[in-house]
C-alpha cells in the first residue's frame, strides 16, 4: 500500500453517528496532518499531529496517532450533512512536500 | 484577506499545445506545491519549491515544468509531451519553507485541464 494510505475508501453513516477513518504509513514522520476535500474543491487543512503527541482535538475532531503501528485515526463525533467529503492524511516521506493517500469518501445522510 | 488563488477554474487544451496554469499566493509563504488529482483517487506530487528560483521534481514530474521567480507565484506549464494531462490541478502553499514540519498547507481551488 502507498504512504498514508487510508481506509476505509468509502464510509456512509447517518447524521448523528461517529465517524472513523484510518491512515497508515509506512517510513518514519515527523508529523501527519489531515485534510477535507468537498467536491471539486481544494483540500483544507484540519489538524496536525506531531510524532511525540498520541492526541489531539480540535471541535468535533479527535486524531490518535499510534508510532509503534505507524497508524492514524480521524474521528468526527456527532456527524452532521455538512462533512459529506473526502478526508486524507499527509505524511512526509524524506522529503519537504506531503504524500497523500488515496482518501476515505465519507457520505454522511440526513 | 490572504489567500492562494488558481486560474482558470476550468481549462481546455487541444493535442500538442503547451498551457499554463496560474498559482498566486498572498500569504508571504515561502513554500509552493503542485499536485495532480485523478477522479476518485488521491494528489500526487508534481513538483515543489521552497525558495525562490530553486524548485524540486516530484513523482510525476515528466511532461510537467515550473518557474519560481518570485515568492508569490508558482505557474504550472503542461506540455504537449504530457499525454494524458486531462485531471484537477491543486496548487498549495506552505509558511515557512525552512522549517516544514509546523504548518499545514493552503490549497488553492484547483484547475480542472480537460484535452478535447
Known amino acids: 500500500s502507498q504512504q498514508g494510505e487510508e481506509d476505509p475508501q468509502a464510509l456512509s453513516i447517518q447524521e448523528g453517528e461517529n465517524a472513523t477513518m484510518n491512515c497508515s504509513y509506512k517510513?518514519?514522520?515527523?508529523?501527519l496532518q489531515w485534510y477535507r476535500q468537498n467536491s471539486g474543491r481544494g483540500l483544507v487543512h484540519l489538524i496536525l499531529i506531531r510524532s511525540n503527541e498520541r492526541e489531539k482535538h480540535s471541535g468535533r475532531l479527535r486524531v490518535t496517532l499510534d508510532t509503534s503501528k505507524k497508524s492514524s485515526s480521524l474521528l468526527i463525533t456527532a456527524s452532521r450533512a455538512a462533512d459529506t467529503a473526502s478526508y486524507f492524511c499527509g505524511t512526509y516521506t524524506g522529503r519537504r512536500a506531503l504524500t497523500f493517500g488515496s482518501g476515505t469518501r465519507l457520505q454522511v445522510q440526513p | 484577506d490572504g489567500g492562494i488563488t488558481q486560474s482558470p477554474k476550468y481549462l481546455f487544451r487541444k493535442e500538442g499545445q503547451n498551457v499554463t496554469l496560474s498559482c498566486e499566493q498572498n500569504?508571504?509563504?515561502?513554500?509552493m506545491y503542485w499536485y495532480r488529482q485523478d477522479p476518485g483517487q488521491g494528489l500526487r506530487l508534481i513538483y515543489y519549491?521552497?525558495?525562490?528560483?530553486?524548485?524540486q521534481k516530484g513523482d510525476i514530474a515528466e511532461g510537467y515544468s515550473v518557474s519560481r521567480e518570485k515568492k508569490e507565484s508558482f505557474p504550472l506549464t503542461v506540455t504537449s509531451a504530457q499525454k494524458n494531462p486531462t485531471a484537477f490541478y491543486l496548487c498549495?502553499?506552505?509558511?515557512?519553507?525552512?522549517?516544514?514540519?509546523?504548518?499545514?498547507?493552503?490549497f488553492g481551488s484547483g484547475t480542472r485541464l480537460t484535452v478535447v
Open positions: 519549491s521552497q525558495i525562490v528560483n530553486d524548485f
Open positions: 517510513t518514519s514522520i515527523n508529523n
Open positions: 500569504l508571504n509563504h515561502d513554500a
Open positions: 498549495a502553499s506552505q509558511a515557512e519553507g525552512n522549517s516544514p514540519y509546523k504548518d499545514g498547507y493552503t
